[in-house]
């Protein structure tokens, strides 16, 4: 287990370099550009060697079963230092956040949207206990951390929401840089957007504001204020969200349609 672990921390390390050695890449398609952050190419080439096809000799240690199990149990604290930066980016900004506030507040009864929209089409195309992972949220650090407390990450509900984590990582990001600057174009206002890119993913939140600030630079400051103010109480409030509303909604309604779909 030692041996593997030392295999899977250089992997990592090289990975994470060259990653940030491409860096962002924004990809202009007509009046959009795609923004894609290196988080995305580290997430793709470390499914490719992960393929069965890879998996033989140095690549086996790498993703030794030990190796898989630590980073799916430990993979919650890597996201501690990301909530450090974002109070650190709301902190100049607090006095114009804090005035309109209790918009934040509201825009929080969007994580209920999973669920009431997302579990009946998981149910629908054939996913069962996997849906309860995958629709609870958008699948990021809060979701992740409560299905593997409540039903670990080797569980069915466990692999829905991994599956999301990672389809999420992947793709999510690249949606909202280039949903962003659409809706932008359609006269949406930029704080709005601003507010709007912090749904609790690191990932799709720095997407999403990169590209509004690639369209607005004057306003950067401003701009990653607001997202980073909206992830933060996506963040905390969001928990609350999920386990007082969006959690027990969830077991009434899948109950309910499976019982159903059985019938």
Not at 126 to 141: F, K, N, P, S, V
């Amino acid at each position: 287990m030692k041996n593997n672990l030392a295999y899977i921390i250089v992997f990592a390390l090289i990975v994470v370099f060259v990653s940030e050695m491409i860096g962002f890449q924004s990809i202009p398609i007509g009046n959009v550009s795609i923004g894609v952050l290196p988080l995305v190419f580290a997430i793709v080439i470390t499914m490719i060697f992960g393929m069965k096809f890879f998996r033989k000799g140095f690549w086996k240690k790498v993703y030794s079963e030990g190796n898989i199990n630590f980073s799916s149990k430990y993979l919650i604290f890597i996201m501690l230092p990301l909530m450090a930066r974002y109070g650190a980016d709301v902190a100049p900004n607090i006095r114009e956040i804090i005035s309109i506030g209790w918009v934040f507040i509201i825009q929080e009864l969007g994580n209920l949207g999973t669920v009431l929209l997302g579990l009946p089409i998981a149910i629908l195309i054939g996913l069962r206990r996997e849906a309860i992972g995958a629709t609870l949220g958008i699948g990021r650090e809060g979701e992740l951390a409560y299905i593997s407390e409540k039903y670990t990450l080797d569980s069915d509900e466990g692999r829905g929401v991994i599956s999301l984590y990672v389809i999420g990582t992947l793709f999510g990001a690249i949606f909202f840089s280039v949903f962003a600057p659409i809706l932008l174009s359609f006269g949406f206002d930029i704080e709005a957007l601003a507010m709007a890119s912090g749904v609790g993913s690191g990932s799709m939140m720095s997407a999403a504001s990169a590209t509004l600030v690639a369209s607005n630079p004057d306003m950067e400051s401003t701009i990653l204020a607001f997202a980073s103010a909206s992830q933060l109480l996506t963040s905390f409030l969001g928990t609350f969200t999920m386990i007082f509303l969006a959690a027990p909604l969830q077991q009434v309604m899948y109950k309910f349609m499976v019982r159903r779909d059985a019938s």
